[in-house]
């Protein structure tokens, strides 16, 4: 795991970032900027960053970092799933919520 991959702001106010300042931040990185262009509703945009921003500060990587891990994972290994599926486990998420973690997540990866 590259330094670069773990760039990220772990400044634990971050997780109550105001929107401006997580939409500052994803595009900040080219796959934040791929995917949250691809976005069509600003409500999309503010719920899908929070969680964005969530699990990158969670697990140490960057938008960048997260596909490349994903790019460089060997066959049959699925290491982002894994990250995900741990980080809703350790999260005492609402079922509701562990949805739309999964589909921001999925939404992130579908527009890289």
């Known amino acids: ?11 634990p106010k971050s997780n109550t970032s105001t929107f ?4 500052q931040w994803i595009l900040s990185f080219e796959a934040g900027r791929i995917w949250y262009n691809k ?3 600003i409500h999309t945009k503010r719920v899908y ?18 596909v490349k891990l994903k790019q460089e994972a060997p066959p049959n ?12 486990a350790k999260k005492p998420f609402k079922p509701t919520i562990m949805n739309a973690v999964r589909n921001a997540v999925v939404a992130f990866f579908v527009g890289n």
């Open 39 to 41: 976005l069509r509703s």
């Open 1 to 11: 795991m590259t330094h670069a991959m773990k760039n990220v702001n772990n400044d």
């Open 77 to 88: 290994k699925h290491p982002v799933e894994a990250l995900l599926e741990n980080f809703i």
């Open 49 to 66: 960053s929070a969680h964005l921003r969530r699990l990158c500060n969670w697990s140490g990587f960057n938008p960048d970092g997260l």
């Open 20 to 23: 401006e300042e997580r939409e």
